[in-house]
């Protein structure tokens, strides 16, 4: 069924909001202020429920519209592909930045019950100059009966065979060259994964990848190297092919300047106010700690008294864990303690030393951290708290918790480090507010 609609604002997921007949329809390549034309997707008919559609034609553009840059994820009533992957590759990157900045501001003011004027959100260099193409360090994907890579149609599980992947970064797409990934290099009805650290400092890629087919790995190393420089020091990190790292060859450089400069500028704070008992070591805790990405760096902080901090970390995944307790061995780290557990029990039993930390970071998975966690940090007593949240829905969540339990949103400021989808990553800035 087609209709015309009027698009209102931003929703979730990518998608715009519009109303027929009273009813919400949650709108997919759309943007606010256009007047478009939809296809509704089933079911499309039944009473007090939200319809989702498609806009199939665009009668009144928004300016923030453009032609995809990558057509293969375009909307396919519009001559595209319809492949998931790309839910903006419809809007500009001053549209993006529009967009995100919005939906965080919004959640932040529903669910996080904060107003604020505007949230920033930075967009990287690299992408204003590649047109938001070419960053991902991690693929995954099938392969067709033919052996062909495939991504699924978008609602359907039809897969659309691939000859490239723009949103793969320069160095990925060479290794996939190398070894015919997108031209039939890989078995029939296969999972195909690749993982290319960004070649760094003049560094070429050599075995430093790994192109996995089914769970095996068929060339590079399981183990690749990733490498970090921040405040003039660079940080080395093993890390499992398989497992989380930022995905953006810039994020994890950006990411850790912005949360080491928030954490020093805590300390540096709590230095001040806090006399005497600034002798000791200072006490940080890192929550959802991955493979160490923001440990070393902390590890690494001056306190401006000869003291390095102490720093407890804890992570579900023990193939991360073992990998950031080797990287900081072999970094000579040895002020960090490591754990291996879910984060609410683990925050249950932390020994006395680490019991009462001056600085809390935390880079939750998209669910957030939750009450149990937010209530654990707050009854640590810790000053401030870094929040890192790839889904700014729980962030607002938590922000809301952490609120109540006597904290305030000191900033906030979010990264474009997933152009051309609805993806942003966000750090909000909280600290302890006096005799709470
Ligand atoms: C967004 S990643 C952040 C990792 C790391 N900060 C980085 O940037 O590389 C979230 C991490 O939380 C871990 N995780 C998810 N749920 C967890 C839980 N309940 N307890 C402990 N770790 C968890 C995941 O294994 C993942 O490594």
Known sequence: MQLEVRIERYADQGRCVAHIDGRVVFVRFALPGELVEIELDEPHNRKNRFATGEVVRVIEPSPYRVDPVWQLA???????????????????????IEWKSTMVREQMERLGKVTLDTVPVTRLDCDTKTQGLYWRTRIEMVT??????????RGTHVGVPIDTMPLASSALLEVAERYHVFDGGAKPNARVRLAVPEPREGRS?????????????????ELVTERVSVQGREFTYKVHAGGFWQMHRMAPLVLVDYVLSLVQQQLRELRKSSGERAKNAPVLWELYSGSGLFTLPMAALATGDGTQPRIFTVEGARPAVEQARANAAAMGFDSIDARIGDVAKTLRHVPREFAHPQVVVLDPPRAGAKAEVCRAIAASGAESVVYVACDPASLARDTATLQELGYRLESIQAFDIYPHTHHVETVALMSRVEGK
């Open 74 to 96: 375009g909307p396919a009533a519009l001559g595209g592909g319809g492949v998931g992957g790309a839910d903006l590759i419809h809007v500009s990157l001053p549209g993006q």
């Open 144 to 153: 067709n009966g033919e052996g062909r890579v495939t991504m699924r149609k």
């Open 205 to 221: 890629i050599e075995d430093n990848f790994a192109w996995i087919v089914n769970d095996k790995l068929m060339a590079g190393t």
